[in-house]
C-alpha cells in the first residue's frame, strides 16, 4: 500500500511531523466504528507517517482532524458496535460514498478503508462464530445479549456482586488471606462470616471430620432412602431433637433446603392449609410459601396487630400455619415470639420459627432464641442450620414425630437429593454436642458484639443496635456501599461484603458486621477506625 498522494503533499509542507493534518484521518473516525479502528490503523502505520508518531491511536485523538462538515456524523458512528456487519457495512459505505464525493482525493483511500473494514468484520464474526460454537448446546446470540444486558445494568447500578477469594487458616481465624489473580496474595480480617464462634475450626469437630472421613469415605453415596443414611446421620438427628426439646428432627443439605422443602410439605399435606408469612421472611421461606400454593397472608413486619387482623379474617375450620424468623438476618431485630404464640393458640394455628441465625448462640444448650425465653414447647417446628454458628454445612427441622415423618416421606426436596457426606454429619454433630455443654464462646460473642456497637456509636458511624449479635452497618447507597467495602479490603485489610438489593431493599444497603469470640478487642478497634476513616473519605453521613 502506498501513500496517498494528499499526505505525501502534507508531508512535504509541514515543518514538522506535529503540524501534519492527515485528509485521510479527516473521515477515519467516523467511517470505522471504535471495535475496528485499533486494527485499520495497524495496518496502515508502516505507510502513515502520521501514524508512527502514536503508540497507540484512539478515536477522540483522531476525531480531532475531523473537518466540520463531518463531525456531526462522529456521534452516531460511535454506535455502530451494536449494529449488525450487514448494517455496519451499509452505513459505512454510505458515508464513504458521500465523503468521497465531497472531497474526490480521498476516494481511492475510502475504498480500500472499506476494504480494510469489511475484513476485520469477517475477522470478528468468524472469532464469534468460533466461540460460539464451544458451547454444548449453543447459546443464540439474542439470548445471550439479553443475559448480557441484565448484567450490565446490575454493574452500572452498583449491584453486581463479586467474590472475594478467602483462604481461612486453622487456628488463627478471622485472619484470612486473600487470593487474586495477577494479585500477590494479602493478609486480611474476615468480619462478615456467619460462623459466628467459630466453630468451624474447633479441634473437636476437625477430628470427628477427619475420623468419619478415613472410615467411611468421602460420599454418602445415595439418597436418604437409597444407601445415603449412615449412623453419623441418625445420630445427628437423635442429638438435635434432644437440643430443641423435640420428639424428632430431620436433616437436609442446606438451610434453604429444609425451610423450602417443610413449608411447602406441611401445608400442603394439610387439607385446607393457609400460611401467614412475615413480610421480612428469607428468601427459603418465600420459596416454601410460593410452593405450598395454598392461600396465604402476608403480615408486615413483626406487626401483631396487622398477624391478628388476618387471622380474624380466615376461615376458622382451615389449618393455619404461622412462619417467622426468630433473628432476621439483615436488621438483626429478634421476633415477638411469645406474642405470636399467644395468637396461635387463640387462632388454632401452627408455628414454624426459623432459628438460622439463633441456634448455637442462644439458649441453655444453644437451641436458639426461643429457648432463651422460655418457649420451645409452644413452637410446632423450629428449623435451623449446622453451616452457621455450628460452622459445618446442612440444615435441619425439628418438631413433632408425625410432623417430620411426613415432611421425610412427602417433601421432594428431602426425597430426591444426595445425602450429606457422612464426614460433614459426624462433624455437625460434634459441633451441637459441644455446643450444649459450653455457654464460653456464647458469652464472649455477646461481648464483643456490644464493644463494637459502642465504638461505633462514638464515632457516629449509623447502625441498627439490635438486642442480636448482628451488627448492620448503613451505607443507604449501592455505589458508595461497594466502594467504600473496595477501600475497606484494599486499603485496612478489612473484609465485609457490600448488602444490597435484592437482600435488602433499595436505599438501605448496609455492611453486616459479625463480630465473635475469636475477634479481639485490638481488633474491633481497628476495624471502627478503618471504618471512620473510609466514612470521612467517602462523605457518607453519620448520625
Known amino acids: 500500500m502506498s501513500m496517498c498522494s494528499a499526505t505525501r503533499q ?6 514538522n511531523m506535529s503540524q501534519i493534518k ?4 479527516k473521515f477515519i473516525g467516523h467511517a470505522i466504528p471504535a471495535s475496528s479502528l485499533s486494527a485499520v490503523c495497524q495496518t496502515l502505520r508502516d505507510q502513515c507517517p502520521f501514524l508512527q508518531q502514536s ?26 458496535g451494536l449494529m449488525t456487519p450487514a448494517v455496519q457495512s451499509t452505513a459505512i459505505e454510505a458515508d464513504l460514498a458521500e465523503i468521497s464525493n465531497e472531497d474526490p482525493e480521498l476516494k481511492s483511500a475510502s475504498k480500500k478503508t472499506l476494504e480494510v473494514h469489511n475484513q476485520n468484520e469477517q475477522q470478528q464474526r468468524k472469532e464469534a462464530a468460533r466461540k460460539f460454537s464451544k458451547a454444548r448446546p449453543p447459546m443464540p446470540l439474542k439470548a445471550h445479549l439479553a443475559l448480557e444486558n441484565k448484567l450490565e445494568k446490575l454493574k452500572s447500578e452498583g449491584k453486581y456482586r463479586t467474590f472475594v477469594n478467602v483462604e481461612r487458616h486453622v487456628g488463627e481465624f478471622p485472619l484470612a488471606t486473600r487470593h487474586k489473580t495477577g494479585v500477590r496474595t494479602k493478609p486480611i480480617q474476615v468480619w462478615c462470616n456467619n460462623d459466628y464462634l467459630g466453630m468451624g475450626q474447633h479441634p473437636k469437630v476437625l477430628d470427628a471430620m477427619c475420623d468419619a472421613t478415613r472410615s467411611c469415605g468421602a460420599g454418602a453415596g445415595g439418597t436418604r432412602n437409597i444407601s445415603g443414611t449412615t449412623i453419623y446421620h441418625t445420630l445427628l438427628e437423635k442429638e438435635l431433637a434432644e437440643v430443641h426439646d423435640k420428639e424428632g428432627s430431620l436433616v437436609f443439605s442446606s438451610g434453604f433446603v429444609a425451610n423450602e422443602a417443610a413449608i411447602s410439605t406441611i401445608a400442603k399435606q394439610l387439607p385446607n392449609c393457609e400460611i401467614f408469612s412475615d413480610a421480612d421472611n428469607h ?6 410459601v410460593r410452593n405450598a400454593r395454598v392461600p396465604k397472608h402476608i403480615w408486615r413486619h413483626n406487626d401483631l396487630e396487622h398477624l391478628e387482623e388476618l387471622l380474624s379474617k380466615a376461615d376458622p375450620e382451615a389449618n393455619k400455619l404461622i412462619v417467622f424468623e426468630s433473628v432476621y438476618s439483615m436488621d438483626g431485630d429478634i421476633a415477638p415470639i411469645k406474642e405470636i404464640c399467644d395468637l396461635a393458640d387463640k387462632y388454632g394455628a401452627l408455628t414454624y420459627i426459623d432459628e438460622v441465625h439463633a441456634v448455637g448462640l442462644y439458649g441453655e444448650k444453644g437451641g436458639g432464641v426461643a429457648q432463651q425465653r422460655g418457649l420451645s414447647d409452644r413452637i410446632t417446628v423450629i428449623s435451623g442450620t449446622l453451616g452457621k454458628a455450628y460452622g459445618v454445612h446442612g440444615g435441619y427441622i425439628a418438631g ?6 411426613a415432611v421425610r416421606s412427602f417433601a421432594p426436596g428431602f426425597i430426591f437429593t444426595t445425602s450429606i457426606p457422612p464426614a460433614v454429619a459426624a462433624g455437625a454433630l ?38 442480636s449479635h448482628i451488627i448492620p452497618v448503613m451505607v443507604g447507597d449501592a455505589k458508595l456501599c461497594k466502594k467504600g467495602a473496595d477501600v475497606l479490603l484494599e486499603d485496612h485489610g478489612i473484609y465485609v461484603q457490600p448488602i444490597n438489593y435484592p437482600t435488602v431493599p ?12 475469636l475477634h479481639d478487642e485490638k481488633m474491633i478497634i481497628d476495624a471502627v477506625e478503618a471504618l471512620d476513616t473510609v466514612w470521612e473519605q467517602l462523605g457518607i453521613g453519620r448520625i
Open 10 to 15: 502534507a508531508c512535504k509542507q509541514a515543518k
Open 400 to 405: 413433632p414425630a408425625v410432623i417430620c415423618d
Open 506 to 517: 433499595v436505599g438501605t444497603e448496609r455492611y453486616r458486621f459479625t463480630p465473635g469470640p
Open 283 to 288: 428468601a427459603s421461606m418465600i420459596e416454601g
Open 22 to 25: 492527515c485528509p485521510f484521518l
Open 55 to 80: 503508540e497507540k491511536p484512539k478515536l477522540n485523538t483522531i476525531s480531532q482532524s475531523i473537518s466540520s462538515p463531518h463531525a456531526s456524523r462522529l456521534s452516531s458512528m460511535k454506535t455502530r
Open 430 to 467: 460434634a459441633s451441637v454436642q459441644y455446643l450444649k455443654e459450653s455457654n464460653k464462646e456464647r458469652d464472649i460473642q455477646k461481648e464483643r458484639a456490644e464493644f463494637m456497637k459502642a465504638l461505633l456509636k462514638e464515632k457516629g458511624i449509623p447502625f441498627i443496635n439490635s438486642e
